[in-house]
């Protein structure tokens, strides 16, 4: 028997956001956990494990999950929906903090956030003995887990858009990921996020929730 149990895993990105720090991380799709491990531990803060277009499962994420503990990245997982099973299965694993896709709505970032969260905050199912607590190890952790969790949405939609502010505001949700591929289609430029007038409109959305204090994020292959 183990005299001294280890403690919940402390959320570095989501603290790091939270106080205005840059992040800056990399998206990863090749379902690699060789891959995984490289890139987990080459000076990014975090990784994004892609499952929304990409063609990773769980068994998949474990692995990868496991092979970035040695780095200095925090991993981040997006679900292929904004779905309480598909997100239950990746806190499960391990994962504190998730990148919901296509959130359009008070009501759909009101729904992410609760299947993060364990009753009666939210609707996650309880698990006691997941990877999530090392397979029950950790003391108090189904006390713990909710303020450990960062939940990260998605504007991509001029829909989105429009209530920008309203959905940054929702309780539990740390900040605002602008998807420039979809949102792009959505202005009727499919395939060109690079136009002025989806530019512009990422850039104003920026400026919106700068003025309300919620982070923002953006995926680029521009490096300036």
Not at 48 to 61: K, Q, V
Not at 204 to 218: C, E, Q, S, Y
């Given at each position: ?5 280890p403690e919940i895993q402390t959320n ?9 720090k840059l992040q800056i991380g990399l998206?990863?799709s090749l379902c690699s956990n060789i ?190």
């Amino acid at each position: 028997v183990r005299d001294n149990m280890p403690e919940i895993q402390t959320n570095d990105f989501k603290r790091a956001i939270a106080q205005g720090k840059l992040q800056i991380g990399l998206w990863s799709s090749l379902c690699s956990n060789i891959a995984a491990e490289v890139i987990s531990d080459s000076g990014f803060d975090w990784i994004l494990l892609d499952t929304e277009h990409s063609p990773n499962e769980i068994p998949d994420l474990v692995s990868q999950l496991q092979a970035v503990q040695r780095g200095t990245a925090t991993p981040i997982i997006r679900p292929a929906w904004n779905d309480a099973v598909l997100a239950k299965r990746a806190l499960d694993i391990g994962v504190q903090t998730l990148l919901f896709p296509y959130v359009q709505s008070v009501e759909e970032a009101k729904r992410a956030v609760a299947s993060t969260r364990y009753p009666p905050q939210g609707i996650r199912g309880v698990s006691v003995a997941a990877r999530a607590s090392r397979y029950g190890r950790v003391q108090g952790y189904l006390t713990k887990a909710n303020d450990e969790i960062c939940v990260l949405v998605q504007v991509e939609t001029r829909t989105a858009l429009d209530q920008l502010e309203a959905i940054a505001r929702v309780e539990g949700v740390d900040g605002i990921f602008i998807g420039p591929s979809d949102l792009a289609a959505s202005l009727g430029r499919l395939g060109n996020p690079q136009h002025a007038g989806v530019q512009s409109a990422m850039q104003d959305a920026v400026k919106r929730l700068k003025a309300i204090g919620k982070p923002a994020g953006i995926l680029t292959s521009n490096e300036d």
